[in-house]
């Protein structure tokens, strides 16, 4: 285990570098790598930790035994918890401790080393740049990342445009009451100028559940009866005409969640 013994960042730079590659490591084992991080973090086993390293590397391991620890160390005994609890709700509990952990070993670097004020506030700073492990193992970033973009352009376009709505001759006639407002998100009354401009907002800030793509005025939604997601209809294979005749929409995750054991 690396334990950062011959490590030891000294500028800003380097620490943040440090930052970076343990934040990569810990990622790819609560996502691309879960399984195989599953597995490790046996509940039968004694109190387990999980390491991220700056070559992006990730490890599951006890914690060291000098006390105190060459480095801060990460939340203990991660594994006790992984059967008590649903595998998405035990994967953001270790993301959320191995965010604390990269910041502590971010900050302890910064005050081993003499860091003023100035060097950890521009340190914070560009940590804070990025996406905490928590928001991306949620998928909270992405979402982040695409309404940070929407509400700009929303700005920068709000004076060509009165509203953004499903063109007219997109929208499937509506099916009675339960059907109203399902598929095209327009406005039920048009005339209200200040209806449109909180409905332009809400536009703005919906995204696709499928690709996580913000709204398009020129593009047919529609919206699962399950989950309440929107969807642009060419990601989930529906047609505005085959969209009239379906009573429930389910998204395919939801479908796929009924058809499990």
Excluded at 215 to 220: G, I, L, R
Aim: contains cysteine.
């Amino acid at each position: 285990m690396d334990g950062g013994a011959n490590y030891n960042p000294r500028t800003v730079e380097e620490v943040f570098r440090d930052f970076k590659g343990r934040r990569a490591g810990m990622i790819k084992a609560l996502t691309t790598d879960v399984d195989e991080f599953y597995q490790q973090c046996d509940p039968e086993k004694e109190n387990l930790c999980l390491y991220g390293f700056p070559n992006e590397l990730w490890e599951v391991n006890l914690p060291a035994e000098e006390v105190p620890p060459e480095l801060p160390e990460p939340a203990l005994g991660i594994n006790f918890a992984r059967d008590g609890m649903q595998e998405k709700d035990w994967l953001s509990l270790v993301a959320v401790h191995s965010d604390a952990w990269l910041l502590a070993v971010a900050f302890y670097f910064g005050a081993r080393f003499g860091f003023d004020k100035a060097d950890r506030k521009r340190l914070f700073n560009m940590i804070n740049d990025l996406p905490t492990i928590f928001e991306v193992v949620t998928g909270t970033a992405k979402k982040q990342v695409k309404e940070k973009s929407s509400v700009s352009n929303h700005s920068s376009n709000k004076s060509k445009s009165n509203s953004k709505v499903v063109p007219q001759q997109q929208q499937p006639q509506q099916r009675g009451s339960d059907s109203q407002g399902k598929y095209s998100k327009t406005p039920q009354k048009d005339e209200d100028e200040g209806l449109e401009e909180e409905e332009e907002d809400e536009h703005g800030e919906t995204l696709c559940g499928a690709c996580g793509e913000n709204y398009a005025s020129d593009e047919f939604w529609i919206c699962c009866d399950i989950c309440e997601k929107w969807f642009h209809g060419k990601c989930v294979k529906i047609t505005p005409a085959r969209a009239e005749h379906i009573k429930q929409y389910k998204c395919p995750s939801c479908s796929n969640k009924r058809s499990r054991p």
